[in-house]
């Protein structure tokens, strides 16, 4: 059961981070207004899984 639950929150830091990178990326302007994200492309810029 810990196991599981320090699984939880390990994926929670993980979308955590890749959120704030991604605000991160349109405030800075590298991800423009209008852009199309396109989820493989996010995946890779961000390393993380689809």
């Given at each position: 059961?810990?196991?599981?639950?320090?699984?939880?929150?390990?994926?929670?830091?993980?979308d955590?981070?890749?959120?704030?990178?991604?605000?991160?990326?349109?405030?800075?302007?590298?991800?423009?207004?209008?852009?199309?994200?396109?989820?493989?492309?996010?995946?890779?810029d961000?390393?993380?899984?689809?």
């Open positions: 059961m810990a196991k599981l639950a320090s699984l939880k929150a390990q994926t929670r830091l993980l955590r981070r890749a959120a704030d990178q991604i605000r991160t990326h349109i405030l800075d302007g590298i991800l423009p207004a209008g852009q199309r994200l396109l989820e493989t492309k996010l995946s890779a961000l390393e993380v899984s689809r």
